[in-house]
Nanobody, 128 residues
């Protein structure tokens, strides 16, 4: 059974930086494709960044391009999201995800069935 647990959220002032981590356990084809999503109150969940095996393909939402960096340490089984030059618009609950939702950000509709796995989320608050 795959489990994802995020950490690193908190409060930061505008212009500041945070690094989120997502420790994953268990094995599945789904963990080959991982992503970060975020959701603010009253808004739909948004795909922020995604990464393919070995980082060959990376996706960033337009709203975070040039400011956020997604990376992965396979030995530590940890996914990271480095967030820089943060603004109040980045305030949200951030979720780590693996599987079809990550594939979709990278390539579109998955050609094979991939289960989706989600972490419980970590809150990020940016004050002006």
């Amino acid at each position: 059974q795959v489990q994802l647990v995020e950490s690193g959220g908190g409060s930061v002032q505008a212009g500041g930086s945070l690094r989120l981590s997502c420790k994953y356990s268990g094995w599945s084809d789904s963990t080959k494709y991982m992503a970060w999503f975020r959701q603010s109150p009253g808004k739909e969940r948004e795909g922020v960044a995604a990464i393919s095996p070995g980082g060959a393909t990376i996706f960033y939402a337009d709203s975070v391009k040039g400011r956020f960096i997604i990376s992965q340490d396979n030995a530590k089984r940890t996914l990271y999201l480095e967030m820089n030059a943060m603004t109040p618009a980045d305030t949200a609950m951030y979720y780590c995800a693996a599987g079809a939702v990550a594939w979709a950000l990278l390539y579109g509709d998955p050609p094979i069935a991939l289960d989706n796995y989600w972490g419980p989320g970590t809150q990020v608050t940016v004050s002006s």
